[in-house]
């Protein structure tokens, strides 16, 4: 049973940036692909961004390539969101996600293992 606690969420203007943070715990680390999704209020959650086990590939949704980089050390059990430009759109609750599939999803229910997830909030 794999734990993952979220961290680095907040309120931050327009153009700002933030890094969140996803630590595992209960498992090894390194045998699951991770992703990120957000849920804003009133909608359905969305994939994010995903990265493989090793590091080796990412992937992210097209509202946030560019913007948003997704990192991970196996050293430390943590997966890494950068997040810069931020928009008001981007303001929603960020769950971080652990996958025994042999890729990453970008769908919810592929997905295993989940955080309670972080609040980040961008003003406009």
């Known amino acids: 049973q794999v734990q993952l606690v979220e961290s680095g969420g907040g309120l931050v203007q327009a153009g700002g940036s933030l890094r969140l943070s996803c630590t595992a715990s209960?498992?090894?680390?390194?045998?699951?692909?991770m992703g990120w999704f957000r849920q804003a209020p009133g909608k359905e959650r969305e994939f994010v961004a995903a990265i493989t086990w090793s590091g080796g590939a990412t992937y992210y949704a097209n509202s946030v390539k560019g913007r948003f980089t997704i990192s991970r050390d196996n050293s430390k059990g943590t997966v890494y969101l950068q997040m810069n430009s931020l928009k008001p759109e981007d303001t929603a609750v960020y769950y971080c996600a652990a996958t025994r599939l042999r890729l990453p999803s970008t769908r919810s229910d592929g997905y295993d293992y989940w955080g309670q997830g972080t609040q980040v909030s961008v003003s406009s």
């Open positions: 209960g498992g090894t680390f390194s045998n699951y692909n």
